[in-house]
């Protein structure tokens, strides 16, 4: 027999590893706690063991679940990263916790005429080009975000040359010459991936993104970068803070670098 589907059609296996991937991430699997027998599950979910296998081979892919030869399958350690939104906070900071590594890929960047008029409202671009840096961020190689930033291209000239490895816009800018700006707004919607989404973040078909939309300013409050970052939602939660401005205008502190 094949593989139940839902009313909306979408298939059973996917609904199964949502709702294991929910309880995972919520911690009601812990980690180290070990995976109920695919028989166990079949019966739970009422469907053939084939479609449950498939869930957790989904689960495995997402480095949720590993299986141990002759043991069963195990919750793998894991930890949702936490991304803090202040008005200067660094991507690359909140991403690499202590002992993970956070890197960055630049897939492509270019020079726009004439970009998206969302783009044009937000930096005020009235006919001046935007850059669009399209960007993948992963902390010890697992895909975190996906993202397109796009920057008032006669403020940044040299930008693309400084982007380095560990993917920071935030030091990109200090070699430019732009070594401070603030958030100013942030918006923040879930959705469906698209399909490039799920390959790019290798996540399973069907799975949720986080969109967050971000506009950076300099400090006197000239648009200098839009944000638009997908981020792979049950990996990363995102913890909008609201401190005190002062506290957060500090000279230590370090400005948005994605």
Not at 219 to 238: H, K, Q, S
Request: aromatic letters at 4%.
């Amino acid at each position: 027999m094949g593989t139940r589907r839902s009313p909306s059609g979408y298939s059973a296996w996917r609904l199964i590893a949502d709702e294991l991937r929910g309880e995972i991430v919520g911690g009601s699997l812990p980690p180290g706690s070990k995976l109920a027998s695919e028989t166990e599950l079949a019966l739970r979910f009422d469907v053939h063991r084939h479609t449950v296998r498939q869930a957790v081979a989904a689960l495995a892919a997402d480095h949720l679940v590993v299986a141990r030869r002759g043991s069963g399958t195990f919750v793998a350690e894991h930890a949702v990263l936490v991304h803090r939104i202040g008005l200067r906070t660094r991507l690359t900071d909140s991403l690499g916790p202590r002992g993970a590594v956070a890197s960055g890929k630049l897939l492509e960047s270019a020079i726009e005429t004439d970009p998206p008029p969302d783009v044009v409202e937000r930096l005020r671009l009235a006919g001046r080009p935007a850059l669009r840096l399209e960007v993948v961020r992963c902390v010890d190689g697992l895909p975190i975000a996906r993202g397109t930033a796009w920057l008032v291209a006669d403020r940044v000239p040299g930008l693309v040359e400084h982007y380095g490895p560990d993917g920071s816009i935030t030091a990109a800018l200090r070699a430019v010459g732009i070594h401070d700006y603030v958030r100013t707004s942030t918006t923040i919607a879930g959705r469906a991936a698209t399909t490039a989404e799920a390959i790019e973040l290798e996540l399973p078909a069907g799975s949720m993104v986080l969109v967050v939309r971000a506009l950076n300013t300099l400090p006197d409050t000239t648009p200098l970068l839009y944000n638009i970052t997908r981020f792979a939602a049950d990996r990363v939660e995102l913890d909008v803070q609201h401190g005190d401005p002062a506290a957060d205008a500090l000279p230590q502190a370090r400005p948005e670098s994605d």
